[in-house]
C-alpha cells in the first residue's frame, strides 16, 4: 500500500492528544504519564469518538470536536497511534484510519505466530513488526496526514482532556478516570481556543 497517495486533503486528519488528572491533594490537574492510565484516557475518547462507548456516548464531545475536524465529521472515525516519549499520542481520523489499520496488520500476523510456536508474543518478528510499524506510522502522520486546525489557513490545534480519578472507598486504589473536560488548544501557545465541558 501506498501511503504517501495524493487523494484530496480530505480525510487525512491527525491531531496530538494530552491527557490530565486531577490531583486530589490540590484539586489541580497535572499530566497523565503512566502507558496504562494513558491508555484508560484514550479508550474513552475512542470509543466516544468511534461511537461505540462501553456506556453512553457523550454527543457533546462528538458535536464539539466536530466543529474542528471536518474529515471526522465526513467520516467519524478514529484510530489512536502511541508515541514512544512525551505524555501523549496522536488520533488519526477519516479514511485513512483504513491505512493505519492495514500498517498495523503485519504485527497482529507476527504476534499471532509467535504465540502459536512459543505460546507469547515476544518473538523477534513479532519486535521487528512492532518497530517497523512505529516508524512508518510516525512517518504517515508528519508526512500524509493533515493537522487539525482552528479553521481554514488556522492554528495547528492540540486536543486537552481532563480527567477526575475514581478510587475504591476502602481501599483507594485507582479504577479509572472519569471524563470532566475537554480542550482544543493552539500547539505553539498553547493558547485555549474552545471548551467544551458535559452537563451534569
Sequence with gaps: MNINRTSSL???????????????????????????????????????????????????????????????????????????????????TGNDVEVVNELARPVGIAKGESKDAFGHSKSFEAQYAAKNYKIKVNNFIKN??????????????????????????KSGELIGFSFATAQFRNQNNNELVDVYTPQS
Design 10 to 92: 480530505s480525510f487525512k486528519s491527525s491531531i496530538p492528544v494530552y491527557f490530565y488528572a486531577k490531583n486530589p491533594a490540590n484539586d489541580q490537574y497535572v499530566p497523565v504519564l503512566k502507558n496504562t492510565n494513558i491508555r484508560k484516557c484514550q479508550n474513552f475518547i475512542v470509543r466516544n469518538l468511534n461511537g461505540n462507548a462501553r456506556k453512553k456516548t457523550d454527543f457533546g464531545l462528538i458535536n464539539f470536536y466536530s466543529k474542528y475536524d471536518k474529515d471526522y465529521a465526513s467520516n467519524p472515525v478514529v484510530h489512536s497511534v502511541y508515541q514512544s516519549r512525551g505524555p501523549m499520542l496522536y488520533m488519526v
Design 144 to 169: 500524509v496526514c493533515r493537522p487539525v486546525k482552528s479553521g481554514i489557513g488556522g492554528e495547528k490545534l492540540a486536543l486537552h482532556l481532563f480527567f477526575t480519578p475514581k478510587y475504591k472507598k
